[in-house]
């Protein structure tokens, strides 16, 4: 398995495999540990015929009967790993060893899923996480063990870079010690952590946290492991990290070390995408919408900060239609003689404004009144509606005349979302541009037009980039991105908008026009 699970197809007599002191001491306290804590062994196996037994042989005596269960899973191999699995288990004496073997080929990823629903269905406490080619010392169990007994984290990482210089020494190669270290660090840049090393396939997880995550859908390739330390990092999990020796020995790596690199970058990408609702997976929804609801941006380029820095003059009444929780309520209510907040549920943080439970699919426009409001504001809200010309034409309704509607929504045509298509990708999600609430999708273009059919002119067309300071992170690399995007989003909405707001005015309608053409004149025609 090698280099983080890589394959080794080398067949023939058994390999001898380094092997390193035992620390009686510790093997005593783990001992303890085991007596009160159900702990599984997980070892993956591809390829290890010449490894496995070794490897097994090698779990200090004093715990091997201690242990819930040693789980190994032949991923199909191709030589005769299985077999020998269980062979070596029944020479050695194992009383808890199970040894299966996958249907087809998993990979290294879909192997691991196997044994934690395994780990979820026997309710272990912990799994721990050994590769079967023996890179990484049994000898070790101990103190993984005894960690997890004093700290009990969510996730123990058994880390080669602790001790950097130790794992050159241990026969790891210069370029992947490097890479390792590069990777590392800019995983940790980008998620806020700080970690020694991502890339340890030596670890233990707390079946609880495990139950918590959707790794049955991370990938099946190397990088699932990264992808586990995402979703338990991003919610809130306690990570930790413990020494371990490196061994590299007669396995073959078949690990394609830039392909890896890139996914996990890829993932972690995602992952902070996701958070700032330009990207969505399921496995990256770690709830923080739900929690938070719809977010009040407060970066000064934000599309709130700029409809808060309008004129509002002090007799104006105005309405918030899909006010969320109302703080955008409250400011304006500040500022203004009367605001009205409605959303599907009452606005429970509207200040001084009048907060209403109001459906706007519904005939919101007879319940508000007809030309009440010298301004009504929808922001990221007509997209929702089951019908949004319907919307828009009661808006104008509540409206006086020549009054002032502020409306807004996402651009799906955003310059990602434009590569994203022309790669044949079309991501739905819960939050961003592509919100599976969405009935309908608009350009620049298709709303104003979805406004001027509604009954208004169109006067100021505002683009604004990903709100990367508020969902993201105001680093100086963040906020240098997000002054460029909300630039290129000013310059050039069509494109480079993440959302776009629109300033309307209400058109004169034609009964009143008419009335007024009706009317005596006061003053001689020409």
């Known amino acids: 398995m090698t280099e983080r699970g ?21 093997v005593s306290t783990a001992a303890e540990t085991l007596k009160q804590m159900k702990v599984a ?4 196996a591809f390829e290890a015929e010449r490894f496995i037994a070794s490897v097994l042989d090698r779990i200090p005596h004093r715990l091997r009967d201690l242990f819930a269960e040693v789980l190994v899973i032949d991923d199909s191999s191709s030589d005769h790993t299985f077999d020998a699995a269980r062979l070596a288990a029944e020479r050695i004496g194992f009383r808890h060893v199970t040894v299966l073997q996958t249907p087809f080929n998993r990979g290294y990823g879909g ?32 103190q993984i063990v005894n960690a997890l007994g004093a700290e009990e984290p969510d996730a123990l990482i058994a880390s080669r870079m602790i001790n950097r210089r130790e794992a050159l020494r241990g026969g790891m190669p210069l370029y992947k010690w490097v890479g390792n270290q590069v990777l590392t660090a800019l995983q940790n840049r980008m998620l806020g952590s700080e970690l020694s090393e991502f890339h340890s396939g030596y670890r233990a997880y707390k079946v609880e946290a495990l139950r918590s995550i959707r790794f049955e859908l991370n990938s099946d390739d190397f990088h699932f492991d990264t992808e586990v330390l995402i979703q338990l990092l991003s919610t809130g999990r306690v990570v930790r990290e413990i020494p371990v020796p490196t061994f590299y020995g007669e396995e073959i790596s078949h690990v394609n070390g830039l392909k890896y690199a890139a996914n996990c970058l890829r993932a972690v990408t995602k992952a902070r995408l996701g958070e700032a609702g330009v990207f969505y997976e399921p496995k990256f929804d770690f709830g923080s919408f739900e929690e938070s609801g719809y977010r009040m941006k407060k970066a000064d380029n934000s599309l709130h900060q700029a409809v808060l820095s309008r004129e509002w003059p002090p007799g104006w009444r ?21 605001v009205t907040s409605a959303d599907v549920e009452r606005p429970p943080e509207a200040g001084e404004a009048e907060a209403i439970q109001l459906d706007l699919d519904g005939d919101f426009d007879r319940i508000l009144g007809r030309h009440r409001y010298d301004c009504v504001l929808m922001l990221d809200v007509l997209e929702h509606l089951k019908v949004p010309e319907e919307g828009v034409r009661k808006v104008a309704e509540i409206l006086k005349p020549r009054g002032t509607l502020y409306a807004s929504t996402g651009n799906i045509a955003f310059h990602v979302l434009r590569l994203s298509l022309l790669l044949g990708q079309f991501n739905y999600g819960k939050r961003g541009i592509l919100d599976l609430t969405h009935t309908r999708l608009f350009t620049v273009s298709s709303f104003k037009q979805l406004l001027v059919n509604g009954g208004f002119t169109i006067e100021e067309v505002h683009g604004f980039g990903p709100p990367i300071r508020d969902m993201v992170g105001a680093n100086t690399a963040l906020r240098a991105a997000d002054r460029m995007s909300g630039v290129l989003a000013r310059l050039w909405p069509r494109l480079f908008a993440f959302s776009f707001l629109i300033v309307a005015t209400k058109a004169d309608e034609l009964e009143d026009i008419y009335a007024q053409t009706m009317a005596p004149p006061d003053f001689p025609r020409p």
């Open 41 to 44: 062994i997980f070892i993956v």
């Open 318 to 338: 105005v309405a918030d239609l899909g006010a969320s929780r109302g703080l955008l309520s409250a400011r304006i209510a500040r500022k203004v003689a009367r």
């Open 6 to 26: 890589g394959s080794s197809e080398r067949t023939g007599p058994p390999a001898t495999l380094a092997r390193f002191p035992v620390d009686e001491d510790a």
């Open 111 to 142: 192997n691991q899923k196997l044994g934690y629903l395994h780990a979820v269905k026997q309710g272990f406490d912990y799994v721990v996480l050994l590769h079967g080619d023996g890179q990484y010392a049994p000898e070790y169990l101990p």
